[in-house]
């Protein structure tokens, strides 16, 4: 199942709902106005199923980012061995944490601003796990339960302010800089493994396996439910593979009036434009 959130234009004024992705149509969850709202509901996956809500066309739909305002984005660092490689760094014992903030989130068609403060705007494309029940202190074994699904992210960086300090976190949460979507697609009908990339302007960046990683999806959420409880809609991003333009020669950043285009076979595509911030 495939489960996106739909930006709406009513008599009232703008909105979003969830919806369930049917090949080329999109189906109103009834009385959910994101995929977040949906998944806190404890029969999500029955509800969503059965939803005979108000169609509308996948074609030219607005769509905001799958879960607009998670809890919690915890955001995994150096968890591919060819991206650990190309930045220099040991292979690592534990997981490298840090967080985002919802105000980073963008749609996966929508514009990605380019800050005035920075010029070595980078990109990462990510595997993202979204939570689907609540757990503390989860064991490995168990994790899986606690997965909703899956959904592309890119981790954009301004790698500037990310490396002023040894803490990652004000090169990491830039206002509108993260898209993430375009769908949630269940963990039924995606299995970690497939091809990951990254283009810009249609020139490939990033092109790495998404089973390729230090720590797996069940293992993360294992380790971070250890340190605080995961809610349904909270997000793990899990990391990026190895070519982002920082570690080319000469190095390469995102400029004004590119497309960044981030994809996942079986889960979708983000496609974004770079815009200067006004």
């Not at 005979?52 to 061995?81: F, M, Q, S």
């Not at 299995?191 to 999806?217: K, R, W």
Request: one cysteine or more; hydrophobic letters at 40%.
């Amino acid at each position: 199942m495939r489960l996106l959130t739909l930006r709406t234009e009513t008599a009232t004024g703008k909105g979003t709902v969830a919806v369930r992705q049917d090949g080329n149509t999109l189906t109103e969850i009834d009385g959910f106005a994101d995929v977040g709202a949906l998944l806190a509901h404890p029969a999500w996956e029955t509800t969503a199923a059965a939803a005979k809500g108000a169609t509308h066309a996948l074609d030219g739909a607005d769509l905001a980012a799958v879960v607009p305002a998670p809890g919690k984005i915890i955001c995994v660092g150096h968890n591919y061995r060819n991206h650990i490689k190309e930045m220099g760094r040991d292979i690592p014992e534990h997981p490298t944490l840090f967080a985002k903030y919802t105000e980073s989130l963008i749609g996966p068609n929508d514009d990605l601003a380019l800050p005035q403060e920075s010029d070595t705007v980078d990109w990462e494309a990510e595997l993202a796990v979204i939570i689907g029940q609540k757990g503390r202190r989860i064991a490995e074994a168990d994790a899986a339960e606690h997965i909703a699904g899956y959904a592309v992210l890119n981790d954009v960086s301004m790698r500037d302010y990310q490396f002023r300090t040894i803490q990652w976190l004000q090169g990491k949460t830039w206002e509108n800089s993260t898209p993430f979507g375009p769908a949630l697609v269940t963990k039924e009908e995606f299995t970690a493994g497939p091809l990951m990339t990254s283009a810009v302007d249609g020139e490939i960046q990033q092109s790495t396996p998404t089973g390729d990683l230090v720590f797996t999806p069940e293992f993360l959420v294992s380790y971070i439910s250890t340190i605080i409880t995961l809610n349904p809609g909270d997000v793990i991003a899990t990391g990026t593979p190895g070519g982002v333009g920082h570690a080319q020669d000469p190095k390469r950043y995102l400029q004004e009036g590119q497309v960044l285009v981030t994809t996942i076979e079986g889960l979708g595509q983000l496609n974004n434009r770079v815009v200067k911030e006004a």
